[in-house]
């Protein structure tokens, strides 16, 4: 049965309730045998054969006891030092004088195929061959060492390799060119460029419609309904632009805004002096929202069917050259 098989006619089987004891027990021999690895190795060719052998037969033994993944690891690091020891020991087996040479080989073999022929004369162990055979003419003669191996080989000759026949030829990938889309400049067109200049109102427009409501709200016999001023039941975005200009009179002091009986009445007034803020007067402002459920709930309830500020036609913009309304 070979090493580390998972059969478990071994009776090897993780157990996580392994006896401590006996667990620190194999982690101490393991350490052992990994520090008289380490020491072994200390000789410059390696530790000695016997030594390894030695070393991985004890570790045998002690792998039929693991049954917790620390002693595995372990097992399978000193495992792998045995294996690097035998590495450098069969290198260092290699002697100098016995290696083989490949570029040396390669120049006899160079040499045997009359590539060197105007440098070099035949090799001597060409004996009674290189008086039949002849060179090819070509810069190597592959036949005449074909011709030396086939006294050493049982095997038919053959004309394919591994890789197809010699006479196989390339491949070569085509190149498909592809043209460039050239685009005309004369027909790309570029975003509309606007400055400041170009974006111009037919007037100003804030200023004007403030004053407008000044004067009608000056023209009224006495105070009005904040909802029956400003709404428009036509239309609802010049309700809300009403009362935008409407919050401009009264940051100003010119409209006041009061409760009575439990509805927003505002009225014009004269606008205060600094006189009156320094004898006590404030000005007091807060947010109001008006939305559209707003504006119909307004509509129902105060009965408005016409509207007190007129109607104002749709302001023209010019963006560039054109106008939009």
Same mark, same amino acid.
């Given at each position: 049965?070979?090493?580390?098989?998972?059969?478990?006619?071994?009776?090897?089987? =993780?157990?996580? %309730?392994?006896?401590?004891?006996?667990?620190?027990?194999?982690?101490?021999? =393991?350490?052992?045998?990994?520090?008289?690895?380490? *020491?072994?190795?200390?000789?410059?060719?390696?530790?000695?054969?016997?030594?390894?052998?030695?070393?991985?037969?004890?570790? %045998?033994?002690?792998?039929?006891?693991?049954?917790?993944?620390?002693?595995?690891?372990? *097992?399978?690091?000193?495992?792998?030092?045995?294996?690097?020891?035998?590495?450098?020991?069969?290198?260092?087996?290699?002697?100098?004088?016995?290696?083989?040479?490949?570029?040396?080989?390669?120049?006899?073999?160079?040499?045997?195929?009359?590539?060197?022929?105007?440098?070099?004369?035949?090799?001597?162990?060409?004996?009674?061959?290189?008086? *039949?055979?002849?060179?090819?003419?070509?810069?190597?003669?592959?036949?005449?060492?074909? $011709?030396?191996?086939?006294?050493?080989?049982?095997?038919?000759?053959?004309?394919?390799?591994?890789?197809?026949?010699?006479?196989?030829?390339?491949? &070569?990938?085509?190149?498909?060119?592809?043209?460039?889309?050239?685009?005309? &400049?004369?027909?790309?067109?570029?975003?509309?460029?606007?400055?400041? %200049?170009?974006?111009?109102?037919?007037?100003?427009?804030?200023?004007?419609?403030?004053?407008?409501?000044?004067?009608?709200?000056?023209?009224?016999?006495?105070?009005?309904?904040?909802?029956?001023?400003?709404?428009?039941?036509?239309?609802?975005?010049?309700?809300?632009?009403?009362?935008? =200009?409407?919050?401009?009179?009264?940051?100003?002091?010119?409209?006041?805004?009061?409760?009575?009986?439990?509805?927003?009445?505002?009225?014009?007034?004269?606008?205060?002096?600094?006189?009156?803020?320094?004898?006590?007067?404030?000005?007091?402002?807060?947010?109001?929202?008006? *939305?559209?459920?707003?504006? $119909? $709930?307004?509509?129902?309830?105060?009965?408005?069917?016409?509207?007190?500020?007129?109607? $104002?036609? &749709?302001?023209?913009?010019?963006?560039?050259? &054109?106008? =939009?309304?």
């Amino acid at each position: 049965m070979p090493r580390h098989s998972l059969d478990m006619a071994n009776g090897m089987a =993780y157990d996580p %309730d392994q006896n401590p004891e006996e667990k620190r027990g194999l982690r101490r021999q =393991y350490r052992e045998l990994q520090k008289a690895s380490e *020491d072994s190795q200390t000789n410059p060719n390696g530790p000695e054969l016997e030594q390894i052998v030695a070393n991985v037969t004890r570790a %045998d033994e002690l792998f039929d006891q693991v049954k917790g993944t620390a002693e595995a690891i372990l *097992d399978s690091s000193l495992l792998l030092q045995a294996t690097q020891a035998g590495v450098r020991r069969a290198r260092a087996m290699k002697s100098g004088a016995g290696a083989f040479d490949v570029d040396d080989f390669v120049g006899r073999l160079i040499t045997f195929m009359g590539g060197r022929k105007a440098e070099a004369a035949l090799p001597e162990d060409s004996e009674s061959e290189a008086e *039949d055979d002849e060179y090819s003419g070509g810069p190597l003669d592959w036949e005449r060492v074909g $011709r030396r191996a086939l006294a050493h080989s049982h095997r038919v000759a053959a004309m394919d390799f591994m890789l197809g026949p010699l006479s196989i030829e390339q491949k &070569k990938r085509a190149v498909v060119k592809r043209a460039k889309l050239e685009k005309d &400049k004369r027909d790309e067109k570029k975003p509309q460029q606007l400055t400041e %200049d170009d974006v111009t109102r037919s007037e100003n427009e804030t200023t004007k419609n403030v004053a407008t409501l000044e004067k009608i709200l000056s023209n009224q016999p006495g105070p009005i309904n904040l909802f029956k001023f400003i709404v428009n039941p036509n239309d609802f975005g010049q309700s809300v632009e009403n009362l935008f =200009y409407l919050s401009f009179l009264i940051r100003d002091g010119k409209c006041a805004l009061e409760a009575e009986e439990g509805e927003p009445m505002i009225y014009f007034c004269d606008q205060p002096s600094e006189d009156d803020y320094a004898q006590g007067l404030k000005k007091r402002q807060l947010v109001m929202e008006f *939305d559209m459920a707003t504006w $119909r $709930r307004a509509i129902e309830v105060f009965n408005i069917t016409e509207t007190v500020i007129p109607q $104002r036609p &749709k302001s023209p913009i010019r963006l560039g050259s &054109k106008w =939009y309304f």
